[in-house]
């Protein structure tokens, strides 16, 4: 297994990658990000049976905020936060945990604000890579409502590999009830899904993780959000031999297929 932070930037470990995320990444302990790279840096065994239940070849190159486009128009790459990739296997991998629902296409300008020229280029841009993929053509106004941020994430694992996979993986229970439940998740996945035709070759899935804090996240349960001494203290939490959380998989479903 090769490991990468970004792209296409080589590393020797998942704990190296730790100190090249920006300080925002960790100016607050129950960012989702947390639980992903203690999941990789200290469950590994957790992660790779995750990977297996997907159907994901074992063998793989693993990038963490992996990076690509816009492929239309200006704005900020997709950045997934853990991108496998197997020959022509790829599997984006996106965390949550605290973090709400995010935007729908729909509500991606502003506010009051009709979508810009640009916008829609950028979106016109990711639905491009998926209609390349899937062989389909889309209309940009049907997607209105599915959420924003799973169309380029869905896009990216399309980029990488010709037999692409998406899978949201989401920590529970929440520290913040505001946070989007794995049932909000699975309830948009499928609406992006079935959008794209429901293509059977390219898999979405809902990855339930129960998360229980250990001894050595307690201290970080204190620390103010937004100040450089948190982002210090829970950055040196991550790269400690001493594991943060323990993981165990609860329910993985496979979006467009019943529940069991």
Do not use: C
């Amino acid at each position: 297994m090769t490991i990468h932070y970004g792209t296409p930037n080589p590393i020797r470990s998942l704990m190296d990658a730790v100190p090249l995320y920006p300080n925002s990444e960790f100016e607050s302990a129950t960012r989702s990000t947390v639980p992903m790279l203690a999941l990789l840096i200290h469950a590994p065994g957790v992660f790779k049976q995750i990977v297996k239940e997907l159907g994901f070849p074992t063998e793989y190159d693993l990038s963490l905020e992996y990076t690509v486009g816009p492929f239309g128009g200006r704005g900020t790459p997709s950045h997934t936060d853990v991108m496998l990739s197997s020959g022509q296997d790829s599997l984006a991998i996106e965390g949550k945990w605290t973090e709400p629902m995010y935007t729908t296409v729909k509500e991606w300008p502003k506010k009051g604000l009709a979508r810009t020229t640009n916008q829609t280029a950028v979106l016109l841009g990711w639905l491009n890579v998926l209609e390349k993929r899937l062989g389909k053509s889309f209309e940009v106004e049907a997607f209105g409502g599915v959420v924003y941020q799973m169309v380029h994430r869905a896009a990216s694992a399309a980029f990488v590999g010709e037999r692409p996979r998406l899978a949201y993986f989401v920590f529970k229970p929440s520290p913040d009830e505001r946070a989007a439940t794995p049932a909000d998740v699975f309830g948009k996945l499928t609406d992006l899904w079935h959008l794209l035709g429901s293509p059977t070759s390219f898999p979405f899935y809902l990855v339930e993780i129960e998360t229980k804090p250990l001894e050595a996240y307690e201290p970080l349960r204190l620390l103010t959000k937004g100040e450089d001494a948190t982002a210090e203290a829970v950055s040196a939490a991550l790269q400690d031999s001493k594991p943060l959380f323990a993981f165990a998989v609860s329910n993985i479903r496979k979006i467009g297929e019943a529940a069991a």
